[in-house]
């Protein structure tokens, strides 16, 4: 019984993440359904990983369970969906009252309320941990998510803050070099207590939404500079990591620079050139934007997002199509480098209404599931270890510690200077796109949604007369008090005027 922790699922997540647990010096039992995997994993720690001896392999349960000291905490890091559930069931015969389960897949929110209430009743703890930063982030320091009951937090607490990512607490920017052995310690720990039962998951989820459009929108502005300014990819990178030194700076921008240079392996130009134009996604931006139409909060450039994968998907229709459907001929712009400054005026508007959208979507949730989050802390975490960590994110903690109570992101001075400076780039970017046929759904999606939350007033008026003509639904008056509900009917008192035309 010498275990500080135990973690069921040995691929790419649950490998990384029981390395870096076991650098920062936690002595960890592992299992995975097949052995096999186990057994290899352990083998190659041996061959590579100084800290191999604190991984212990498991090939059957009970022995790994029990090999776990007490409050058993123990990590599920296996494919989202019904094998958590199969591995629930399966834990449960072994484990006792008070022993913990984090899962730490990306789970539906709803699932990880459901399981936490089905274990709150047999008597154990359940923590659902939204895990961000693919594989590298796992092994060497993830952004954490965890929600469930306070007193599972606290005992999870000390390892999830040692293993998470840090970032200097002053600056927010990520505290990088960890190596196999020699995790980075110090600095602010991107863990954070969400909340209770489905918050870590679902915060987890935005998180994704919001990394679905932040990849969309820097794939437009790389589309726009390909086909407005006949770019090749390696010179259209160059401008990326040029963005990754300001205010753009993030992961995906870093990123997006080195894909942009890399050459074809095969020889034949540049690699982004020759990969197939289809993007998967595994549902999680999806989720996002089924739940943000159903809570009515208005996340439309995350769904423009899911949108574009979906239409991208669809390869050999566009094919097809292109053939058949016309539009203009693309002129070429002559003045590059106002081109770009205006590209990324639009990239960098459109990720904040982005980010916005994110929260606002949380804010309508934490109502909806009766919970109490703290903006703030969900933007320090997300600083550093994630896929979508951003200099950008040490604005937002700024902002709700102004304001915890901002009502949109766009609303906080900092963020409302940027969209008055960058929106007549932003503007140009869409109409250049627009009159030369170039898809911008993101750019365009974020804008719509800027103009509509900043206007006192809406073509609403109408749509309310509309509805309340077929199907009776009342409307409000501007001259009488919110609240009061009227109604005319309107086929009998529009009839004379019609009959008059
Ligand atoms: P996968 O999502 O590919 O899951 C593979 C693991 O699930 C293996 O250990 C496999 O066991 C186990 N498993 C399956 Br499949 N069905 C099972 C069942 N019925 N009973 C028990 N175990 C079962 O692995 P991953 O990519 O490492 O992701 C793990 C979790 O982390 C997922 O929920 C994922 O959504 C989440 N996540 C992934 C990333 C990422 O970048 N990959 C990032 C953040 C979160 P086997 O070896 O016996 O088949």
């Not at 820097?218 to 205010?247: Q, R, S």
């Not at 209404?353 to 994110?358: K, P, S, T, V």
């Amino acid at each position: 019984k010498n275990a500080d922790i135990g973690l069921v699922g040995l691929a790419v997540m649950g490998q990384n993440l029981a390395l870096n647990i076991a650098d920062h010096g936690y002595t960890i039992a592992v299992y995975n359904r097949d052995p096999k995997k186990m057994l290899n994993f352990i083998e190659e720690c041996k061959k590579n990983e100084p800290s191999h001896e604190r991984v212990v392999g498991h090939a059957d349960l009970a022995s790994f369970v029990l090999s776990i000291k007490r409050p058993r905490k123990i990590v599920l890091l296996v494919k989202a969906g019904s094998a958590t559930d199969v591995t629930i069931n399966a834990l449960l015969p072994f484990l006792e009252q008070g022993d913990i389960i984090i899962d730490g897949g990306n789970a539906l929110w709803t699932d990880t309320i459901r399981r936490e209430k089905e274990l709150a009743a047999k008597g154990i703890e359940f923590i659902g941990s939204g895990v961000s930063g693919g594989e590298t982030g796992a092994r060497f320091g993830p952004s954490l998510m965890p929600s469930g009951t306070r007193k599972a937090w606290s005992s999870l607490e000390p390892i999830w803050r040692d293993i998470a990512a840090k970032v200097d607490p002053a600056t927010g920017a990520p505290l990088e070099g960890g190596a196999p052995g020699k995790p980075v310690v110090g600095g602010f720990s991107c863990a954070e207590y969400i909340g209770p039962d489905g918050a870590g998951h679902y915060v987890k989820m935005v998180h994704n939404g919001i990394e679905y459009i932040d990849m969309q929108l820097i794939c437009e502005a790389y589309w726009l500079m390909k086909n407005l300014l006949g770019m090749p990819a390696d010179e259209i990178g160059k401008v990326f990591a040029e963005w990754n030194k300001g205010e753009l700076s993030s992961f995906l921008i870093e990123i997006t620079a080195d894909i942009l240079q890399q050459k074809d392996p095969a020889g034949k130009g540049f690699l982004v050139d020759q990969i197939l134009d289809t993007a998967g996604q595994k549902g999680t931006g999806q989720w996002t934007a089924a739940n943000a139409l159903e809570l009515g909060a208005p996340a439309n450039a995350i769904a423009a997002a899911v949108y574009a994968r979906a239409l991208s998907s669809l390869k050999d229709e566009r094919v097809e199509a292109s053939k058949i459907l016309k539009g203009p001929a693309i002129v070429q712009e002559k003045d590059k480098a106002a081109i770009i400054e205006a590209i990324k005026n639009a990239l960098y508007c459109s990720k904040i209404c982005a980010y916005a959208q994110g929260f606002q979507l949380i804010d309508k949730a934490q109502v909806a599931y009766n919970w109490k989050l703290n903006f703030g802390e969900i933007a320090q975490i997300w600083r550093g270890g994630c896929i979508i960590r951003a200099r950008f994110l040490q604005k937002i903690t700024d902002a709700y510690a102004l304001n915890s109570r901002l009502k949109n992101l766009m609303l906080d001075p900092y963020f409302t200077n940027a969209m008055n400076e960058g929106q007549a780039g932003w503007r140009k970017v869409i109409a250049l796109a627009v009159t030369n046929g170039i898809p911008a759904q993101g750019f365009a999606a974020a804008l719509a949604y800027y103009d509509g939350y900043r206007s006192a007033d809406l073509p609403a008026n109408l749509l309310q007369g509309q509805r309340d003509y077929f199907g009776a639904h009342t409307y409000e008056r501007k001259d009488q008090p919110r609240g009061q509900f009227f109604h005319l009917d309107w086929p009998e008192a529009g009839r004379p005027q019609l009959s008059i035309e």
